[in-house]
């Protein structure tokens, strides 16, 4: 079963504008991963956040993770129409080596 | 990076035949690979973990008899929808962690699109 949930399920905004999606989850990691999916596609790793970890960079990408709220979220600053796309959360159970995936944000950026 | 090879990318079979799919990683090992399924507009729902060299394991609910997996090689895993039926369309996606020390990014295939009229 998925144990992570997104929000919001859609989002739309215009192109330059930062894009910002939210991940909750309900069991103990080791890290949490966010991956991205063009349309039709396999998935894309975009970053991975460690328990240990409060916040991560990556380029326009910007992770957050608050293990006490169980959340995680995903900033895209200036975005581009190329970064149209769903976006999910996978966490990894303790012990675990497999991932759970997030519900998932579809993305659109109008140009 | 590390690529995984998946094909076909598209299939359209008529019901009651059997499907394969294959899951290659070009450039690096996988003891385990993991197959995927995908509805419009949904999350990727974990089918099965594939074990080089002995028996897949099934996630709760997907039946084992219906979809066949093969992990004969290290770089190489297949599955097998046997019997297809049109409610087993769908988008089916592998993956793999290249093995080693640091194995916790997933590496996927560009998934199949499997058609059952």
């Known amino acids: 079963s998925q144990q992570g949930e997104e929000d919001p399920q859609a989002l739309s905004i215009q192109e330059g504008e930062n894009a910002t999606m939210n991940c909750s989850y309900k069991t103990s990691i080791n890290n949490l991963q966010w991956y991205r999916q063009n349309s039709g596609r396999g998935l894309v790793h975009l970053i991975l956040?460690?328990?240990?970890?409060r916040e991560k960079h990556s380029g326009r990408l910007r992770v957050t993770l608050d293990t006490s709220k169980k959340s995680s979220s995903l900033l895209i600053t200036a975005s581009r129409a190329a970064d149209t796309a769903s976006y999910f959360c996978?966490?990894?159970?303790?012990?675990?080596?497999?991932?759970?995936f997030g519900q998932g944000t579809r993305l659109t950026i109008n140009p | 990076g590390a690529v995984v090879s998946q094909h076909p990318s598209r299939v359209i079979c008529k019901s009651g035949t059997s499907v394969k799919i294959e899951c290659r990683s070009l450039?690096?090992?996988?003891?385990?690979m993991f197959w995927y399924r995908q509805f419009p507009k949904q999350s990727l729902m974990l089918m099965a973990t594939s074990n080089e060299g002995s028996k897949a394991t099934y996630e709760q609910g997907v039946e084992k008899d219906k979809f066949l997996i093969n992990h004969a090689s290290l770089t190489l895993s297949t599955l097998t929808v046997t019997s297809a039926h049109p409610e087993d369309s769908s988008f089916y996606i592998c993956?793999?962690?290249?093995?080693?020390?640091?194995?916790?990014?997933?590496?996927f295939g560009s998934g199949t699109q499997l058609s059952v009229l």
């Open positions: 993956s793999a962690f290249p093995t080693g020390p640091t194995n916790e990014k997933l590496f």
């Open positions: 450039d690096f090992q996988a003891t385990t």
């Open positions: 996978a966490t990894d159970r303790q012990g675990a080596q497999k991932l759970v």
């Open positions: 956040i460690r328990s240990n970890e």
